[in-house]
């Protein structure tokens, strides 16, 4: 997300590698957000400002936006207040999230947001300005123009009278700095909540195999580092944009559409992986080589594939990829089940499409309370995730935290224990020691399991 175009000069690079060792776990980055906006499904029952589920309370004049108090309501005005009208205009119909978002913006820039700086560093900062904004791309990209025009026909509507709708040109530009840059905020449990725009952040790029990871604490962003580096150098600090439990093709394409660049990570470069993504199981179980099934021995212990186990796999992985592709919203628990049996012994258990089952298993069998199959596909899981979500990730951690809350509810207190104490191991890296869901959520989860243990 970074500008080569930058309005201002390069920070001194080597400048900054003059500070500290960084260590696993240290925040190295907290920021507020330039703008952001409540995604509007939440709307009656999330704060406009905080973000928190609250018995909300909505404004007088609008009518269209929430708050959970009247400090909440105060603190919002300053920015509110300029799109408070048109929002009240907009009533009965809701704003997409997108061009309630570019009102944002425009409004935040009109009313002398063009000079806030974000700081990555003490000196290094940038403002909204030296944020990337494709412009040449976008104007290539007929869905974005698509896209762009609509967004363009609801702010006129919305705002059109007073006049401050920028020229297209102008609104391109404001709305390629938004996609390229834009973050999802997320909740503790690592839903989308809101978009936002942060400024300073956006010095970091991109890696499949990142060293830091961004969190949120309400609107707040952290960055806190996952590997031990020699020093603060933000050229040499990467996080991911994308879903990482995916193949590199995918994964590229999903940078190359939203992001305008072609990732050439060592993961992204690596042929290896893909192989992995896609093995088979070995016919011998006691080789746990990642079998290629177009070869016609294994590799590592020369067992001969067969054609059925070839046909196996060919059938087996067509209705896998059909079946996930047809539950993107909401994951069945019996179409799961379907794949997961014809699986077993055909598929590799690091398989891709196999860990994306399990997940999709995982969360279908909680969302119906079905807590012993819960249970089993989650801790089969674990070392999918572990593999493609690496060892320091937030994903990683909750899935951790899910399990020993199961544990806990099945009567398992000292299994729930050990996973317990694994999430926090983890989220204390990724989310920081302070953080509500371990002050909150773990802690109160870990007691409860300490107690059980000594009581069974
Ligand atoms: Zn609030
Ligand atoms: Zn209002
Ligand atoms: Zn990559
Ligand atoms: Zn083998």
């Not at 705002?159 to 391109?172: C, F, R, Y």
């Not at 790029?205 to 609107?219: I, K, L, M, R």
């Not at 046909?311 to 179409?335: C, G, P």
Request: charged letters at 25%; a positive charge; hydrophobic letters at 35%.
């Amino acid at each position: 997300m970074q500008s080569p175009t930058n309005s201002s000069p390069p920070q001194p690079k080597s400048k900054e590698c003059g500070s500290a060792a960084v260590k696993r776990g240290t925040r190295i980055l907290t920021e507020k957000p330039f703008a952001f906006v409540l995604k509007s499904k939440y709307r009656l029952e999330r704060c406009d400002n905080c973000l928190e589920v609250a018995k909300v309370l909505k404004c007088s004049n609008c009518r269209y936006v929430s708050y959970c108090n009247r400090a909440c309501q105060t603190q919002a005005w300053g920015l509110h207040k300029h799109e408070c009208p048109f929002l009240k205009k907009a009533l009965p119909r809701i704003v997409p999230d997108a061009a309630r978002m570019l009102c944002r913006l425009i409004l935040r820039l009109e009313h002398g947001g063009d000079l806030v700086r974000g700081y990555y560093t003490e000196h290094g900062s940038r403002k909204f300005r030296d944020l990337m904004s494709h412009y040449a791309e976008i104007k290539n990209d007929p869905k974005r123009i698509e896209h762009l025009e609509s967004l363009h026909a609801v702010l006129t509507d919305m705002m059109g009278d007073k006049a401050i709708v920028p020229n297209k040109t102008e609104l391109m530009s404001i709305y390629g700095r938004l996609i390229t840059n834009g973050f999802n905020i997320l909740d503790a449990e690592m839903n989308s909540i809101a978009t936002a725009i942060y400024l300073g952040v956006s010095i970091t790029d991109h890696s499949c195999q990142p060293n830091a990871v961004a969190t949120f604490e309400g609107t707040e962003l952290h960055i806190y580092a996952i590997e031990d580096m020699p020093c603060l150098d933000w050229s040499k600090i990467f996080i991911s944009y994308i879903d990482l439990l995916n193949t590199p093709e995918q994964r590229r394409l999903d940078l190359k559409e939203h992001y305008y660049f072609l990732c050439v990570c060592s993961k992204c470069t690596d042929s290896k992986e893909t192989l992995e993504m896609n093995g088979a199981a070995c016919p011998n179980n006691k080789c746990s080589a990642f079998l290629n099934i177009t070869h016609n021995v294994c590799r590592r212990c020369g067992t001969g594939v067969t054609p059925k186990l070839r046909n196996a796999y060919k059938e087996v992985m067509t209705l896998t990829q059909a079946n996930l592709e047809s539950m993107k919203e909401v994951a069945y628990f019996d179409a799961c089940r379907v794949c997961l049996d014809k699986q077993a012994g055909v598929l590799h258990p690091l398989n891709l499409w196999h860990v994306k089952t399990l997940d999709a298993a995982f969360e279908a069998a909680i969302e119906m309370g079905k807590w012993t199959d819960a249970l089993t596909y989650g801790q089969q899981l674990v070392p999918g995730f572990r593999k493609y979500y690496g060892p320091w990730n937030p994903l990683l951690g909750l899935l951790y935290m899910k399990l020993g809350k199961i544990q806990l509810y099945e009567r398992l207190p000292k299994e729930a224990v050990h996973n317990l104490e694994e999430a926090q191991r983890i989220l204390s890296v990724t989310h920081g020691r302070e953080h509500r869901l371990l002050q909150e959520q773990l802690k109160h989860l870990m007691l409860q399991a300490r107690h059980e243990m000594r009581d069974s």
